[in-house]
């Protein structure tokens, strides 16, 4: 990705978030602290997109996921498809690409020849571990905050408060079942991402030979 592609992606969904400030700014709504927030990690995933070396489409597909959640301004939170919810959606996407991206990551880190008996071959199945564990990290990060806001923030609208896409507003029980609905979706998420990545991109690029 080059710097015009970066910038564009950056100004185009910043544009985005400005807009959400001011429709939520307007319908005094929370989200306005989750369209801030997607704000200061667009920013700071801008900042290090370089020494990344992220690819245009993992910068796109970060923001999409990102924008995904932010949609939560329009009340997408309370949708439902018969047994999956929109929330269940945003955990499954957003793990799949978690996944994808740390598995090109790692991948262009490591730099190895792709030879048949490479350490990328004889350890795919550590590899992918790896980054199983690593997106489920990102998840529990995520089920730690909506805790936090559990506990602290009570009711409302956005990450940080009780309401659309929580099992329950109030309830102790529902709170769990919703953390482990995520975490779930986070797990199923992470396999797909891998397992796309793996068959549909590693095992046809040629950037890991030198």
Known sequence: MNKKERWSIYIIFMCIYVFLIIFNIVNKSQWLIDNMAAIALLTFVFLICEWFKMEKLEFLLFNCVLLMHN???????????????????????????????????????IRIKRIKNSIIE????????????????????????????????????????VG??????????????????????????????????YYKVYKKKPWLRY
């Open 122 to 161: 004889e350890n795919k199945i550590i590899l992918m571990f790896l980054v199983i564990a690593s997106v489920a990290m990102f998840g529990v990060i995520v089920e730690l905050i909506e805790y936090v806001g559990f506990m602290y923030f009570g009711p409302g609208e956005g990450i940080l408060f």
């Open 71 to 109: 949609l939560g301004s329009f009340g997408f939170y309370e949708l439902n498809f018969n047994i999956v919810a929109y929330d269940d959606i945003v955990h499954l996407i957003a793990s799949i690409i978690a996944a994808y991206i740390i598995f090109n990551f790692i991948l262009r880190k």
């Open 164 to 197: 659309s896409g929580d099992s329950a507003m109030e309830s102790v029980t529902g709170q769990y079942l919703d953390t482990m609905r995520d975490i779930i979706m986070n797990t199923i998420g992470s396999f797909i991402g891998g397992i796309i990545f």
